[in-house]
């Protein structure tokens, strides 16, 4: 996936840890894609998961803490 590319620069630039590659791997298998985020030096990571609720247990279980944020389905609707 493209999140898993762009997590593989940021290891080959030392911008990761084995805590975060731990937790994007746990998150990866039950996502579109899993990346530790460039902002905060490697400490926090996003996944575009598939199955939340999987990817937040397996997070958990790899040490993690996971917060899963939803999408509204109906986006931004105009005011009357």
Do not use: F, K, W
Not at 13 to 23: H, K, N, T
Not at 56 to 78: E, N
Request: proline share 2%; hydrophobic share 40%.
């Amino acid at each position: 996936s493209l999140m898993g590319r762009s997590h593989r620069l940021l290891v080959n630039l030392g911008m990761s840890s084995p805590e975060i590659d731990r937790l994007v791997g746990a998150a990866q298998r039950h996502s579109y894609g899993a990346c530790l985020t460039a902002s905060g030096g490697g400490r926090c990571m996003v996944a575009l998961a598939r199955d939340a609720e999987a990817a937040s247990s397996a997070i958990t279980q790899a040490g993690g803490r996971a917060a899963v944020l939803r999408l509204a389905r109906t986006g931004v609707m105009p005011e009357d």
